[in-house]
């Protein structure tokens, strides 16, 4: 049997934590038209990342997953539309930087500089 579901909005949380490489925990929360939860999705992180070949520092938004019996881990939440993907990031980027008074604003994000003010998003 198919369900019918009306998404109006995405709402985002962000709780900064700062704890060592782990900046924030983020949760999204998708609403109906009457503003009523259809579905929220936990345990997203945004951490500080750090590579020595480049000497680069970034923050990597990193959706939650899971690992296989072979030991490889995968995400559980795919956005399968690139575009999409990128807006999302940048949104939860633009929240978080909101939240911690742009302390972070300085490293470089993952999501290849999208501008979420420039991309329309609709639900």
């Known amino acids: 049997e198919d369900i019918e579901i009306n998404i109006r909005a ?3 949380e962000v709780k900064p934590v700062d704890q060592d490489n782990l900046l924030a ?5 998708y609403v109906d038209a009457q ?3 259809v579905f929220i ?3 997203i992180t945004i951490k500080k990342k750090y590579s020595t070949s480049s000497n680069k520092t970034w923050l990597s938004v990193d959706f939650p997953g899971y ?3 072979s030991g490889k881990y995968f995400k559980s939440f795919i956005v ?3 575009d999409n993907w990128k807006v999302l990031v940048g949104l ?12 972070y604003v300085s490293v470089e994000s993952v999501n290849e500089h999208v501008d979420p003010s ?4 609709t639900l």
Do not use: C, W, Y
Not at 25 to 29: D, H, M, S
Not at 118 to 121: A, Y
């Open 10 to 12: 995405m709402n985002i």
């Open 67 to 69: 690992q296989s019996n």
């Open 35 to 37: 503003n009523v939860d």
């Open 92 to 103: 939860v980027l633009k929240d978080f930087h909101e939240a911690t008074g742009g302390k």
């Open 118 to 121: 420039e991309i329309p998003v």
């Open 80 to 82: 399968p539309l690139k």
């Open 41 to 43: 999705i936990r345990g």
């Open 25 to 29: 925990i983020v949760e999204l929360r």
